[in-house]
């Protein structure tokens, strides 16, 4: 909760950082105390300097320190009670500028949030940013022969078909199509969709469809705004389009619903859950569709402590859930920790990790253990039970995670939790990234009790100093913040004296351990604000974030050689990453269409340079739209052919999340970019 003089960042792109909070509305209710969805008062701390032509504009909403403003209050570090009786808690305040009409203005929120404000009334967002351009991207298409062997469709879809290929659910006997049979194409095989006419009919036989079940009318939206927030996010610069219509629904049988009338009307289905991706994951196909909106399933259904699971919607978010816990006395956590809006469908989509996953690994090293999917075909499956382990055939589960959306529709799913254990934070500064991601390597190979270890810049250190909430001053130099875990507080002591020991070899200075658990949490806010900080950097600047991952020996080079490829271009970055799993990410800030393609040839070299490393295009952000192009490099072409088997198996007319994760051949031909 927000009390007065509280600070809060500012999470639109108004040009205001940070205010604080001079009057709560309706303070009498909360004695003087503001929540997620309450309206203040505040007075603007920070703001970006205004252009020339802002300040010209009659029209421009200008923003200046001091201004006095209303405010929405859009995330809180008190965790607060939710209308359902949970609590949820964020590593921030946050708030989002009103204009004179009591609207928002521009910024996209999700999951938790958004359910929570539409409660409040706050259904509209004010759009500062350019409106999308909807595009049709003509691919270069090369007459291709598809080399996968017969065999491998024929394994594909003997093991895959008998299980979900029935055409039970289908308007069309799958036979017409073809499934079990080798399908030789010399170019890519392009689903082919309803008129708009179609799309049309859709939308009213859903808004029939759940009129009839007693749903309010904005469960089926075609609301501009609403239509324009789905499709477009300001967090990526990938090609982008707005869905026909937005649906809301509130369980399994729901989302067979929908997907039933969208494969009458040849619709593609877009699944949308925290809205926080970077790689364009839930873009709006060019001919329109359904978007899928999974926030209204957002709930806990089972907590088995003894078994250390629960079972839970996909709309449910991670910091949601372990708040929930933490209020219950229950001495576990799920540790994977990606942006504070995530939520849990997505995570499982993305393949996501975080900055627990030295310790705890990814979304695909175990912890989802099952998951209930509506298919393309309307069918309802669950990919196993709910035993911690099982050699009952392969892996259904792990077939979704990672797979964004295009196979199947998830709406339940059990995820296996960790034990809480007592942790603290340390940082230290090193002359160089080259020395900090050597000294990691020594580091992790000492055995000691590391949950996190994050590299940030010289330059993110200088935008934590200058726009971070954090009242430490650092030094501008190139960092480590670790975060040591044990049983005890004396193993955390010991563990800190030896890596004290280990990074001094590397030119370390300034190892600073916290002194307490408030010391440490400030210490770690002050990195899981990184993104806020890095783009008040440069002056009306937007930002580019991207990541890859390489195998650890090989993260010095990689980082030493994008620092400097990044300032030969004289482009402004930050580079953080979660370097103990060979992760790292860098935000490329651009003002212009001409920095932008600077921005986007650095990335593109980037991915070059990791695939040659034996590394990935992406660590946790999955492919989406972005990284389509590099899978036949990174994966080879049997693996990819692989992979368009198994989704034209399942998913027959490509209605599923449709231009996301699988590469065009043309891609394979000209490498374009």
């Given amino acids: 909760m927000i009390g007065l003089k509280g600070t809060l960042n500012v999470i639109d792109n108004s040009g205001a950082l940070l205010v604080e909070c001079v009057n709560v509305l309706k303070q009498k209710v909360n004695n003087g105390w503001g929540s997620v969805g309450d309206e203040i008062v505040c007075v603007v701390k920070r703001a970006r300097p205004l252009t020339a032509a802002q300040a010209a504009s009659a029209t421009a909403l200008k923003v200046r320190r001091g201004d006095v403003r209303r405010a929405l209050i859009v ?36 999951g938790i949030v958004s359910a929570d404000l539409r409660l409040k009334g706050w259904g509209k967002i004010v759009s500062l940013a350019p409106k999308p351009v909807t595009r049709n991207i003509a691919l270069c298409c090369t007459h291709v022969s598809t080399t996968l062997p017969v065999l491998l469709c024929a394994l594909t879809c003997s093991v895959l078909g008998y299980a979900i290929g029935s055409s039970a659910g289908l308007p069309f006997p799958l036979a017409s199509l073809g499934l079990g049979r080798r399908q030789e194409s010399t170019e890519d095989d392009q689903p082919t969709f309803g008129t708009p006419e179609d799309f049309q009919k859709a939308i009213r036989e859903l808004r029939h469809t759940f009129s009839n079940e007693g749903y309010e009318s904005g469960v089926v939206s075609t609301d501009p705004d609403d239509l324009r927030i789905h499709g477009f996010s300001e967090n990526d610069h990938h090609p982008s389009a707005p869905h026909t219509v937005v649906v809301y629904p509130s369980s399994t049988e729901d989302v067979v619903k929908i997907v039933k009338i969208a494969t009458k009307y040849r619709m593609p289905v877009t699944p949308f859950s925290g809205g926080t991706s970077l790689e364009g994951n839930y873009r709006g196909h060019a001919t329109g569709g359904i978007c899928v909106d999974m926030s209204n399933m957002d709930k806990i259904l089972e907590i088995h402590e003894q078994d250390s699971d629960i079972v839970c919607q996909p709309g449910a978010g991670w910091m949601g859930i372990n708040e929930t816990l933490k209020d219950k006395g229950i001495p576990l956590f799920f540790p ?97 990234v080259k020395k900090a991601t050597e000294a990691v390597i020594d580091v992790m190979n000492c055995g000691v009790g590391i949950q996190c270890v994050e590299l940030c810049d010289s330059e993110f250190m200088r935008a934590t100093n200058l726009f971070g909430t954090s009242e430490r001053t650092y030094p501008e130099v ?18 800190a004296r030896i890596v004290k020991e280990v990074i001094k070899k590397h030119g370390a200075t300034g190892f600073e351990l916290a002194r307490n658990d408030k010391e440490a949490e400030d210490l770690w806010a002050d990195r899981k604000n990184a993104l806020y900080s890095g783009l008040a950097l440069l002056e009306g600047s937007r930002g580019w974030g991207t990541d890859v991952c390489v195998p650890v020996s090989r993260l010095p080079d990689l980082v030493y050689e994008t620092k400097r490829d990044i300032q030969e271009l004289g482009l402004v970055s930050t580079i953080i990453g979660h370097v103990g799993d060979g992760n790292f990410h860098a935000l490329l800030l651009f003002r212009n269409d001409e920095e932008l393609a600077m921005a986007r040839e650095a990335v593109h070299r980037m991915v070059k340079r990791a695939i040659k490393m034996e590394g990935t295009c992406t660590g946790e952000h999955g492919v989406g739209i972005g990284k389509r192009e590099y899978l036949y490099s990174e994966l080879g072409e049997g693996t990819v052919e692989l992979m368009r088997s198994i989704k034209k198996t399942i998913d027959p007319l490509g209605l599923f999340n449709p231009g996301k994760l699988y590469p065009d051949k043309s891609m394979k031909i000209s490498g374009k970019h």
């Fill in 75 to 110: 995330r809180t570090k008190k965790p607060v009670r939710r209308p359902d009786g949970r609590f949820v808690r964020f590593d921030d305040n946050a708030a989002v500028l009103l204009n004179n009409k009591r609207e928002m203005l521009g910024t996209r929120i999700g």
């Fill in 336 to 432: 994977l920790d990606p942006g504070p809006g995530a939520t849990i469908g997505g995570m499982m989509s993305t393949g996501c990790s975080g900055t627990n996953a030295v310790r705890y690994g990814t979304a695909k090293g175990e912890w989802f253990l099952n998951a209930t999917v509506v298919l393309p075909s309307g069918e309802i499956i669950k990919t196993r039970q709910r035993a911690r382990k099982s050699s009952a055939g392969f892996d259904v589960t792990k077939l979704f995670i990672g797979a964004e959306g295009t196979l199947g529709i998830i709406t339940e799913v059990t995820i296996r939790l960790a034990p809480v254990l007592p942790a603290t934070v340390a940082v230290a500064q090193f002359p160089n």
């Fill in 478 to 495: 190139d960092s480590l913040f670790f975060k040591f875990q044990g049983p005890s507080q004396a193993s955390l002591q010991e563990t």
